[in-house]
């Protein structure tokens, strides 16, 4: 397994430099190559932006550090304005070469800081082991730290709110990828009561290529951290109008428990019913379906992750009896738009869960003598909703008449629109369905 050390320099201005430092750090990189949990790891050195100079016009690496930068070598220095710039750059670096075990050799002083930085900037898919950068004495190479235990200044909640800001502020400033930022929206809910939509994966700043670039969902499982999954949310909200403050996602647990807003919350919920204005509601998909429910009659919506065991156990029933309890809704008055999720030409079960949605439905099934049939989840979600007196004409999926307005596309076939599970393995992106009540 690839393993890499990162030095932090960064409190390492130009004019601090001098020899002891020199040769602390030749001294480090020796001991690096002789240690046998790192088996010629890669280095990565980070430094301030001042050990920077412009010579003919063009920018270099300052003398005292220019000697370590061996890309060849597998030793490279990277300078940047910032703490978070430098370690963000390391990070795709990192991940470019599936990289996820890394020591970090830093001034005892750095460490508290560097720890904040890192729970902002990775998940739990990364192992970090820090270790003191030691200084060498004079003439008697005997070892102590940059700066004494007694002398280290405390690590504040200033200093956190500090490093959060740092983050964020640069997270912004980050351009878009792979294109403009998309927004999928339905004909049959009237834009004048709600503001909703389906998102894909285009305009977001998530770099990791199955990710890329859109991702709104970030898990210890995976590579997208909270902080740049909440800044694709933020530029979401700034497109499509909606408070972030006021945004909330269903917790999936691939079942059919609803959250009524306002009543007591459930550990976990696959649909969400409001009839409170500002509030966005939302449901994530990758393969799965995110449905979108709404009553412009009593004002009141819904939103749904509906799974392929989700959709067994009726979760979009669940949530259209929830607004019929809880706001006195019409069934016949509730519109029902499931949004980009896997089609029948792709996925697949073993037969013995077939069977169920065989009984929804034989057309549900496709080779069903098959040990893994061919399985439509959107044709039982149909089924279920028709059944449950949900009109016909008052559900969007991909039967529509005409294809200009499907937004039921099949996702494992749309790489260049959408994340897939079944197409992208373990580490996938997610898009959502999300809808409002305007004010």
């Excluded at 280290?152 to 400033?173: G, M, Y």
């Excluded at 770099?207 to 740049?228: C, E, H, M």
């Excluded at 029902?336 to 037969?351: A, E, N, R």
């Excluded at 009109?391 to 937004?407: A, E, G, R, W």
Aim: aromatic letters at 8%; hydrophobic letters at 35%; glycine letters at 6%.
């Amino acid at each position: 397994m690839a393993k890499a050390v990162l030095i932090d320099l960064f409190s390492l201005g130009g004019s601090s430099w001098n020899n002891q430092i020199q040769e602390s750090i030749i001294r480090t990189l020796e001991t690096l190559g002789e240690e046998d949990t790192f088996q010629a790891p890669l280095v990565y050195l980070m430094c301030c932006q001042t050990l920077r100079s412009e010579r003919n016009g063009q920018e270099v690496l300052h003398k005292a550090i220019q000697g370590f930068h061996c890309p060849e070598k597998g030793s490279e220095v990277v300078c940047a304005e910032s703490t978070v710039a430098s370690l963000y750059t390391i990070k795709q670096k990192l991940d470019a070469k599936h990289i996820s075990t890394v020591k970090i050799i830093l001034p005892s002083q750095r460490k508290p800081l560097m720890r904040e930085y890192i729970d902002q900037l990775f998940t739990n898919v990364y192992q970090f082991e820090f270790k003191d950068l030691q200084m060498n004495c004079e003439e008697n190479h005997l070892k102590k730290s940059t700066v004494p235990q007694n002398e280290l200044v405390p690590f504040t909640d200033q200093d956190v709110e500090r490093i959060r800001s740092e983050i964020k502020i640069f997270l912004e400033s980050l351009p878009g990828l792979k294109g403009n930022l998309i927004i999928l929206k339905s004909v049959l809910i009237p834009d004048h009561v709600f503001l909703h939509g389906f998102t894909t994966r285009t305009g977001g700043i998530s770099y990791i290529p199955t990710l890329s670039s859109f991702n709104l969902f970030s898990s210890a499982k995976r590579r997208d951290p909270p902080a740049v999954v909440k800044e694709n949310l933020r530029r979401l909200a700034t497109a499509a109008g909606f408070n972030q403050d006021t945004y909330y996602r269903v917790k999936v647990n691939h079942a059919s428990d609803v959250w009524v807003m306002g009543k007591a919350k459930p550990d976990n919920y696959d649909g969400i019913v409001t009839n409170q204005k500002g509030v966005t509601i939302a449901a994530p998909g990758a393969d799965c379906i995110p449905v979108l429910f709404a009553d412009p009659v009593k004002k009141a919506c819904g939103a749904a992750h509906s799974g392929w065991q989700g959709t067994l156990l009726g979760v979009s029933m669940a949530v259209v009896n929830a607004m019929i309890t809880e706001y006195g809704c019409n069934v016949k008055d509730i519109l029902v738009v499931l949004g980009p999720s896997v089609g029948p030409c792709c996925f697949k079960l073993p037969q013995e869960s077939a069977k169920e949605f065989h009984r929804i439905d034989p057309k549900c099934v496709r080779l069903y003598e098959s040990s893994n049939p061919y399985v439509d989840i959107r044709r039982a979600t149909r089924v279920l909703l028709e059944a449950g007196g949900v009109l016909p004409q008052n559900i969007q999926d991909d039967s529509v008449t005409d294809q200009n307005q499907n937004l039921t596309l099949c996702t494992s076939c749309c790489p260049d629109q959408f994340y897939s599970h079944v197409r992208d393995g373990e580490n996938f992106g997610t898009q959502i369905g999300f809808i409002s009540i305007k004010d």
